[in-house]
């Protein structure tokens, strides 16, 4: 396929009813062996889209800045010159409402460096947080598991990992213990977040922990909800077996093959992408990947179906469906947000997605082998 323009994606009869802005993951110059500014002068220097998803819900395209996180720390003003290149065509296209995929939201301090209407563009934290809550639900189910019995640890406290905390208290109620944990640096904010929260739910057993630290209570959690975006901070090794972790860290917040390797030979894990939600039915999916992408690297080409969709893509579509669910810019994320997103997602079917993670999924005998193991009261 060629590379989608506005004219031609009206051409082809597709309307964007909504975008998602998302970037390039790590290395790619130097797995193409090119320079970042080789890469984007291929690009014209410009964003372009890789996808467009016909979904049940509205057309919602996907449009990549050619660079990495790691360029728009480094030069934040040519980040945000891509970024609000990026929005650009996405109205061209159609699109409605616009989201921040990743660290893109972070780099553009949560929205507020983009000039966009009120209302158009979103973080989309809501929906990834209420997708999160979903995927914990369905897991801890899977598992025989209840969250009122789990010693939870909320690994990173920035806009995700704060909003989570906060609304799976509301939605699921207080777990067997709360640990909120991130860096020593964040322990005061942290220990402020705790203190909020123990006054809006009276008994509430909580405490700060430091991944790094030597102290090791993080590894007394039986159920780990990854927001971070620090790289294998979570040490697999170190996991209490019967352990579930849900992530929604960008990258995974632990080693994703070392933690296969534990749950082939131990199968004492259960490993969960946090961020996705599964769709009604099945829908086209149109990728336009270039040919530098496609061959170096194998992005996809062509048409195929999809059944799942990330939850900051869905969440711009949702907005369009539902004019009266917030747009979230800034870094907090009110929990009446994310519990209207639960409850319209839940008046579309939309579900959970199969338990996945790092493109890999346990067989349906590995879940009923684990839930036996260390569901309900059984765990030791």
């Not at 598992?143 to 609304?167: C, F, H, K, N, P």
């Not at 994320?333 to 319209?344: G, K």
């Not at 959970?352 to 082998?369: D, E, N, T």
Request: charged content about 15%; overall charge negative.
């Amino acid at each position: 396929m060629q590379t989608l323009t506005a004219p031609a994606a009206g051409a082809e009869g597709l309307e964007a009813t909504s975008a998602t802005l998302t970037y390039f993951g790590v290395n790619v110059a130097r797995r193409v062996g090119l320079t970042p500014a080789d890469v984007r002068s291929r690009f014209d220097d410009s964003p372009f889209v890789n996808a467009f998803m016909s979904t049940p819900f509205g057309g919602a395209a996907i449009i990549t800045l050619p660079l990495t996180y790691i360029e728009m720390v480094r030069d934040p003003a040519g980040a945000v010159r891509y970024a609000q290149a990026g929005l650009d065509l996405a109205q061209q296209l159609g699109a409605r409402h616009v989201s921040l995929a990743g660290l893109l939201a972070s780099a553009m301090d949560y929205g507020n460096r983009l000039d966009a209407p009120p209302g158009v563009l979103t973080t989309g934290h809501a929906t990834t947080v209420a997708s999160v809550l979903k995927t914990t639900a369905a897991v801890l189910a899977t598992a025989g598991r209840s969250w009122a019995d789990e010693t939870v640890t909320v690994l990173g406290m920035g806009s995700i990992g704060q909003a989570t905390a906060e609304a799976a208290l509301a939605v699921l109620g207080k777990p067997g213990r709360l640990l909120l944990g991130d860096l020593a640096a964040k322990e005061p904010s942290v220990r402020e977040l705790g203190a909020r929260l123990e006054a809006l739910h009276p008994g509430l057993d909580w405490s700060f922990v430091n991944p790094t630290g030597a102290e090791g209570e993080l590894y007394e959690s039986t159920l780990v909800i990854g927001c971070t975006s620090t790289p294998n901070v979570l040490q697999v090794d170190r996991l209490r077996p019967g352990c579930v972790v849900v992530d929604d860290s960008v990258p995974h917040c632990f080693d994703v093959d070392r933690a296969y390797a534990r749950s082939a030979e131990a199968g004492d894990l259960i490993l969960a992408n946090g961020g996705l939600l599964h769709l009604p039915q099945r829908f086209p999916v149109r990728s336009y990947a270039p040919p530098l992408l496609h061959e170096g690297l194998g992005w996809p080409a062509g048409l195929d179906q999809g059944e799942t969709l990330t939850s900051c893509f869905l969440s711009p579509l949702l907005m369009a469906l539902e004019p009266a669910l917030p747009a979230t810019v800034g870094l907090g994320v009110p929990t009446s947000a994310v519990l209207a997103n639960i409850e319209v997602l839940d008046r579309l079917g939309i579900t959970a997605p199969p338990i996945r993670c790092g493109g890999r999924s346990p067989s349906a005998g590995y879940l009923a082998a684990f839930a036996d193991r260390f569901g309900g009261r059984s765990r030791s």
